[in-house]
């Protein structure tokens, strides 16, 4: 058979000892650095990036790939152990990840993040092999129209992840749409709330808003109790899921996978998204809802699996299309190309060493990683052991340091400050935060993305239901709006 | 030997401490060199400065070090360099918005008379790709089709006064015609929505586009520069096919803050035209679609004022609306 024939000359190239040094290191790099928040693959990779002019291609893109497992690996870490979020994916992770580490199950829920990561790379990874070239031709299917019945229906799922009051809910959807459109309009070119500041021109950034909201509002909670009380409880129960844990958390990983398998496909939407929306997925089939929040597993391991498989699938535009699906994978295809390799649809054909080893590297990057990972459980549970009064001025030094390096500009460390106090408020006022974060990440896409189906059709509304796919988002999004009212409707005919 | 090194360090300590004007006279460069760039680690701008930066470092005997200071377009970083000391201890990468950024951006300094220009390092230029059922081979005929359908084309770009987006603006202004401008968030999506026929047309740099026209996703109808590009000789350029004067080319400069001695503006030139001269270097920049250049300080300065003074025009005629 072909493909096996193709896995076995990319198993050749990628198991020299040369090339599994450098995937090592690159994995071991990643992890490292990417543990910083706001420090993520991108640039971690573009950083690093010079390294690899010396290198050979094969081995120069095999260390890319692996400092990007890495990088994206570390921010998980510290959204469960510190509630810390390093990127836009790991955010979902602090939800449960942070409230399991908090009841002393860190080891469990970093194993758990491991394992479901390495099973989607795993997933990822043949789907690239089997089905690359046909699924970057479907992903061209998803036409503005799309992406706007899409994010209209991830919107209206939302509602699901509030924790009971739904207007509260709600209320934090818009303020995060608010802070999502600060900054130049994609259409216009006019600055919106950037108040002549320049530094507000591109917008706020991702991990200004999800650090301030989780790490540096958690901070202050904790520091507020009156009786200094550690916030980790001492028992660490087992560092390793339990038979029970493993139950619950396949089915969650594999649907996981599945979901991040299809949106990484989808340039500029991608982990972020899936990890969003498989998160609202196994809250809604979950038998009991309330637990989500409260440090269920099945929380941290459908993110966990949703943003590894995207992370993977996202390598297929670039490969099969010549197109990057993220600013990360720019990098790696400028990197492909300073190694002189036209990525695109003949790379396969022209280098087949290089796009055959570069699969079968992917593979091994996400087992090292377990390898990695495993054994480095106990120690991070250790850490929390650390106590608070020590711990908590460490994080935050984090926090600044991560937020400073993204632009190297000590405005965003300010501007992190400020929301954390608003996340501080939020907490009081028993608000969620992540339906904030939910609209800052979709709505200026919806908005983006609305705004243009209608200057391409013209102002013509039809558009979205007159296109196939958008009109399955669409009736989806109906379906999804009745089964929520439904209940509720019932619930008010019969009272208790 | 390390007695002597430590005496000399002393020695470099008193007179550091003694005298700032001292250290003016300490032979340039005595410490690392910041080099700002504009964005945020992984675009162009930053992987040109990359590949230029460890030459750059060896020739001068002291480390330039690069600072990623992104946002508003990279006026931010431009800012910064504007209102630095003038001690050759700071120099910039002029981005290709920096000819642009005048008429788009409220700035707090002035985009010519607040910088010593030191060289145009390097030069890209945009391919202009339409969408094969777009039935138009070459510039002549697009022109035709243009008017016989006024407005009805979409052109896609990375962002609203991108190279991409002005290549297209100037296009419209020096022919008459009407497109309607798409934008989308980067250079990616736009070129996902030409291939998927999203959008009609599209201004991309030549490597990113050109392996896209090779596979037969897009046609290839022309070049922007003012020369046929060495990656495809085969493709006229705009100028040459009917659009006479037609002429975009993005360009990366380097510039230090103005009032910087002229002794140390030529110790920059002198040592960066060798490190574009360097085959390495040269061949990495070959590889992004940038022909490394290396003029004069004058020739740079006049091309800057011309540029500010061409694009101001185009963007005030085409209506674009900035801050």
Redesign the interface.
């Known amino acids: 058979m072909d493909l096996l024939a193709n896995l076995a000359l990319g198993f050749g190239v990628a198991f020299s000892l040369e090339n599994l040094a450098y995937c090592f290191a690159g994995v071991a790099l990643g992890t490292l650095i990417g543990v910083l928040p706001g420090v993520g693959p ?2 971690t ?3 690093l ?2 390294i690899t ?1 010396h290198l050979p291609a094969v081995p120069a893109i095999i260390m890319l790939a692996g400092i990007f497992y890495g990088a994206q690996y570390g921010g998980s870490t510290t959204s469960i152990l510190v509630n810390l979020p390093g990127e836009t994916a790991s955010a979902v992770t602090c939800i449960d990840g942070y409230q399991m580490a908090r009841r002393g199950r860190a080891g469990p829920a970093l194993a758990t993040a491991a394992l479901a990561s390495f099973f989607a790379g795993c997933v990822g990874t043949l789907l690239i092999a089997l089905a690359g070239p046909t699924l970057g031709e479907w ?6 129209a799309e992406y706007t019945s899409l994010m209209l229906m991830a919107l209206v799922a939302s509602a699901v992840m509030t924790q009971g009051d739904s207007a509260k809910g709600l209320a934090m959807v818009v303020l995060g749409l608010l802070v999502g459109v600060v900054g ?1 309009d ?6 919106r709330y ?1 108040f ?1 500041i ?2 507000l ?2 917008g706020i950034g991702f991990t200004v808003v999800a650090v301030g909201l989780f790490a540096v509002a958690e901070i202050v909670v904790n520091l507020e109790s009156r009786e200094p009380r550690e916030v980790y409880t001492g028992k660490v129960t087992g560092l390793m899921p339990t038979a029970q844990d493993i139950r619950d958390a396949a089915w969650p990983t594999v649907r996981g996978t599945a979901m991040g398998a299809c949106f990484g496909v989808l ?2 939407t991608g982990p972020a998204l899936s990890s969003f929306a498989t998160y609202m997925l196994e809250k809604k089939l979950a038998r009991d809802p309330s637990r989500f929040g409260s440090g269920a597993i099945e929380g941290v391991a459908a993110p966990e699996a949703a943003n590894n498989a995207a992370a993977q699938t996202a390598f297929i ?1 670039m490969l099969t ?11 790696m295809l ?1 990197a492909l ?2 190694q ?1 390799i ?5 790379v396969m054909l022209e280098k087949p060493d290089l796009f055959w080893g570069l699969i079968a590297s992917m593979w091994i990057g996400n087992c090292l990683l377990v390898v990695l990972n495993l054994p480095l459980v106990g120690i991070w549970v250790r850490l929390l052991t650390v106590p608070y009064r020590w711990l908590f001025p460490s994080i935050i030094l984090f926090c600044c340091i991560g937020n400073y390096s ?4 000590p405005f965003d460390v300010y501007l992190c400050a400020i929301i954390g106090v608003l996340g501080y408020v939020l907490v009081k006022l028993e608000c969620e935060p992540a339906p904030l974060l939910l609209g800052y990440v979709l709505g200026p896409l919806l908005e ?1 993305n609305l705004r ?1 189906a209608l ?2 059709a013209r102002g013509d509304p039809t558009v979205f239901f007159t296109r196939p796919l958008s009109l399955v988002f669409m009736i989806a999004t109906l379906l999804i709006l009745v089964i929520m009212v439904a209940p509720a409707a019932r619930r008010n005919r019969q009272p208790k | 030997m390390q007695d002597r090194s430590i005496v000399r360090l002393l020695t470099l300590a008193l007179v550091l401490g003694a005298a700032h004007s001292a250290l003016a006279q300490a032979p340039y460069p005595a410490r690392p060199i910041r080099f700002l760039v504009g964005f ?5 701008n ?2 040109v400065a ?1 590949a230029i930066a ?1 030459k750059f470092s060896e020739f001068l005997g002291q480390s330039v070090v690069i ?7 990279a ?2 970083a431009t ?1 910064l360099a504007a209102h630095a000391a003038p001690d050759g201890y700071t120099i910039l990468l002029v981005a290709p918005g920096h000819a642009t950024n005048p008429a ?3 700035l ?1 300094f002035d985009s010519i008379n607040d910088f010593a220009f030191i060289t145009l390092l390097a030069e890209s230029q945009n391919l202009l790709v339409v969408h094969p059922s777009l039935p138009a081979r070459t510039v002549k005929e697009l022109i035709a089709l243009s008017k016989r359908r006024p407005g009805d084309i ?1 052109y896609g770009s990375s ?3 991108t190279t991409t987006h002005l290549s297209a603006e100037l296009f419209q202004y020096m022919t008459g015609i009407k497109w ?1 401008h ?8 736009g ?3 030409l ?2 026929g ?2 009609s047309l599209y201004f991309g740099n030549v ?2 586009v050109i ?2 026209a ?2 037969g ?1 897009v046609r290839a109808v022309a070049t922007t520069g003012s020369k046929r590009t060495p990656a495809a000789p085969d493709i006229p350029t705009v100028a040459e096919s009917g659009v006479p004067g037609y002429e975009v080319t993005t360009a990366y400069g380097m510039a230090a803050p103005a009032k910087t001695p002229r002794a140390i503006v030529d110790r920059l030139h002198a040592d960066v035209v060798r490190v574009l001269n360097s085959p390495d270097v040269s061949n ?1 920049l070959r ?2 679609g940038a022909d490394p250049i290396g003029n004069t300080p004058e020739q740079y300065t006049a091309f800057v004022k011309n540029e500010i003074s061409k694009w101001g025009k185009v963007i005030k005629a085409a209506g ?4």
């Open positions: 991108l640039v990779i573009a950083m990036f010079p002019f992903a061209l299917n998803f036409g503005a130049v994609v259409n216009s070119g006019m600055s950037s002549g320049p530094e021109v591109d340039p500029g535009p299309l010549g197109i990057p699906a993220s600013a990360t994978m720019a990098v400028a190309t300073l002189g036209a990525a695109g649809p003949q993204v632009s190297n500009n983006e243009r200057l391409i | 945020p680690p992984g675009g162009t930053d992987i990359r460890p600072e990623n200071r992104g946002g508003a377009n006026s931010i800012d788009l951006l409220k707090n979409n962002g609203t006064g309607t798409i934008p989308y968030k980067g250079g990616g999506p070129l996902v929505a291939i998927s999203e959008v490597p990113t392996r896209q090779r596979a996703k990495r590889a992004l674009i609306k900035g801050e």
